[in-house]
């Protein structure tokens, strides 16, 4: 998947504001466990069902529906969390970088209160290394819980029922055609107007069409 560096650019700097007191950091571990939690809990009451769906709860379908939901939400954590993991290895990466270089500038100066002032940031940044250490063991540890719960749920399917993420590809996918069939209409009345599209309007556009052009072969039949 694509991300710009505008939105990489902002998950950098909500690490590095939030990370040195834990709250972004704690605040994506709880919730994470919280949807790994809830998809658990919906594996554990499926029904049984045979391998035309057919059951003999008579609210089979809806339950597998649920978990399907609880499925895409842990989806999402692990896709977020693969992101941050990288976001964590960038600073661990500057943390070493810099504690290399002021340990560079403590040798060259026997100044005391200049060696002093380096020691200190040194050390500073050694904390702050150690930190992402431990988030780089945490995130790791919270990806495999996922992994292997996300495993789980996908060997017990509703047959023919699509998953969530499908779902919300096909609605995005649909509202993206729809903004574009309108494109003609939209062209048309700014030249009766003898105006041009605004710059918003194009954009929008655009975005619909690279929604849509992103979407599977299946789902654009089916729009």
Request: aromatic share 4%; proline share 6%.
């Given at each position: 998947m694509h991300h710009n560096n505008s939105g990489a650019k902002e998950h950098v700097e909500a690490y590095r504001l939030h990370s040195l007191h834990g709250e972004y950091f704690g605040r994506m571990l709880s919730e994470a466990y919280f949807h790994i939690d809830n998809l658990r809990k919906a594996i554990g009451i499926l029904p049984g069902i045979d391998a035309e769906g057919h059951s003999e709860c008579p609210v089979a379908e809806p339950v597998y529906r649920q978990k399907e939901e609880s499925h895409y939400e842990v989806e999402k954590s692990r896709e977020g969390f693969s992101q941050f993991l990288s976001i964590v290895n960038e600073e661990m990466a500057r943390c070493k970088k810099n504690i290399q270089i002021l340990e560079q500038g403590r040798g060259r100066t026997q100044t005391f209160p200049v060696h002093k002032h380096y020691q200190d940031d040194i050390a500073d940044h050694g904390k702050q290394l150690e930190r992402t250490r431990e988030q780089e063991a945490q995130l790791n540890e919270a990806i495999s819980v996922m992994d292997e719960v996300l495993t789980e749920s996908s060997q017990r399917?509703?047959?023919?029922?699509?998953?969530?993420?499908?779902?919300?590809?096909?609605?995005?996918?649909?509202?993206?055609?729809?903004?574009?069939?309108?494109?003609?209409?939209?062209?048309?009345?700014?030249?009766?107007?003898?105006?041009?599209?605004?710059?918003?309007?194009?954009?929008?556009l655009g975005d619909a069409e690279d929604i849509l052009r992103k979407a599977g072969p299946l789902t654009r039949q089916k729009l």
């Open positions: 399917r509703f047959p023919g029922m699509p998953t969530e993420k499908e779902n919300v590809e096909k609605d995005r996918a649909k509202k993206a055609s729809e903004a574009i069939r309108k494109r003609g209409q939209l062209e048309k009345v700014a030249i009766q107007h003898g105006e041009t599209m605004s710059p918003e309007a194009r954009k929008y």
